[in-house]
């Protein structure tokens, strides 16, 4: 008999465990500049994608831009000397920001780009 009631209970959370997997999961984006708290933080965050991707001109791009939603895109693009919807579209997915105005964009989040020898 002990074997017939744990088949029962068996069957019993198999048909329990179907009916909760029919049920949506909700889901949430992640948005990286919600991690970014600190300037070492954000200077870190830069530079894994400086050593990670350093080819990858739009994802540092997108970085920067990530590290710019964190302080503030009106006092980044304010402090960098330009309007808010030129940061914006400078620093988009589909954006090609020129040197100077990712050089501007570093300076007004506070950090530091760095020169060694590969």
Sequence with gaps: MANRKTSKTTS????????????KTKTIRYDVASQLRTPKEMAAYLEAWLMDAPDDAVGIARA???IARTCGMTRVARDAGLSRESL???LSENGNPSFATIMKVVRAVGVQFHASAA
């Design 88 to 90: 914006y579209k400078a």
């Design 64 to 66: 920067l831009g990530d």
């Design 12 to 23: 019993r959370s198999k048909r329990k465990t179907t009916s909760k997997s029919a049920h």
